[in-house]
């Protein structure tokens, strides 16, 4: 069981930067795998970054270049720094953590935090 709970939202103008926290709990070791995703309002969720065990991130095409994810050292928080937000990065964004499949759970496990929300004023 792992138990994630996000902050660092708020509003903000155009061109400006907010810096999410996602703090992790629980069997934290597990982890393979954290990622941010967001929901607009009256949209579906959708993926925003993911940065595996080994450190290596990627990044949705709209937010390539501006946002960075970033894991600390003990692996109980993940960061995600949004620089030069836009009107069209205002979402709820909700922390994910993947574990993957074993022997009691072939499909692998997904948590996911509370959100948190983010807008951005024009």
């Known amino acids: 069981q792992v138990q994630l709970v996000e902050s660092g939202g708020g509003s903000v103008r155009g061109g400006g930067s907010l810096r999410l926290s996602c703090a992790a709990s629980?069997?934290?070791?597990?982890?393979?795998?954290m990622a941010w995703y967001r929901r607009p309002l009256g949209k579906q969720r959708e993926w925003v970054a993911t940065?595996?065990?080994?450190?290596?991130?990627n990044y949705e095409d709209s937010v390539k270049d501006r946002f960075t994810i970033s894991v600390d050292n003990d692996k109980t928080t993940t960061i995600l720094q949004m620089n030069n937000l836009k009107p069209t990065d205002t979402a709820t964004y909700y922390c994910?953590?993947?574990?993957?499949?074993?022997?009691?759970?072939?499909?692998?496990?997904?948590?996911w935090g509370q959100g948190t929300q983010v807008t951005v004023f024009p």
């Open positions: 940065i595996t065990k080994g450190g290596i991130a």
């Open positions: 629980g069997n934290i070791a597990a982890i393979d795998r």
């Open positions: 994910n953590a993947y574990r993957s499949p074993d022997t009691s759970y072939p499909q692998g496990y997904n948590y």
